[in-house]
Nanobody, 127 residues
Framework: QVQLVESGVGLVQAGRSLRLSCAAS????????MGWFRQAPGKERVFVAA????????SYADSVKGRSTISRDNAKNTVYLQMNGLKPEDTAVYYC????????????????????WGQGTQVTASS
């Protein structure tokens, strides 16, 4: 049974940093590209960042580029999202997702490409 479990500090003051973690189990983690998505209140879920199965390649949404870093530790079956300079508009439920990858160049941007999803974790950036 595949499980993706997100965790991280839920309430952060705007301007500060946070790191989200997603622990995977039940799948060959190093064969999967991983992504982070978020859904703000009243809005659709959108892409945040993705990382290839080795960690060599990454992609970011324009809204977080330059202040966020996605990384992974294949020995720990965990993917991370470091976000700096949090803004109130970063408030959302954050989801991690796994995509069975065919090459190390793949960092999928579209939700429908991903095979497995976590339950999400709430992040609130207070002003």
């Amino acid at each position: 049974q595949v499980q993706l479990v997100e965790s991280g500090v839920g309430l952060v003051q705007a301007g500060r940093s946070l790191r989200l973690s997603c622990a995977a189990s039940g799948l060959p983690f190093s064969s999967y590209a991983m992504g982070w998505f978020r859904q703000a209140p009243g809005k659709e879920r959108v892409f945040v960042a993705a990382i290839s199965r080795s960690g060599r390649n990454t992609s970011y949404a324009d809204s977080v580029k330059g202040r966020s870093t996605i990384s992974r530790d294949n020995a720990k079956n965990t993917v991370y999202l470091q976000m700096n300079g949090l803004k109130p508009e970063d408030t959302a439920v954050y989801y991690c997702a796994a995509y069975l990858s065919h090459s190390d160049y793949e960092t999928p941007l579209m939700q429908y490409e991903y095979h497995y999803w976590g339950q999400g974790t709430q992040v609130t950036a207070s002003s």
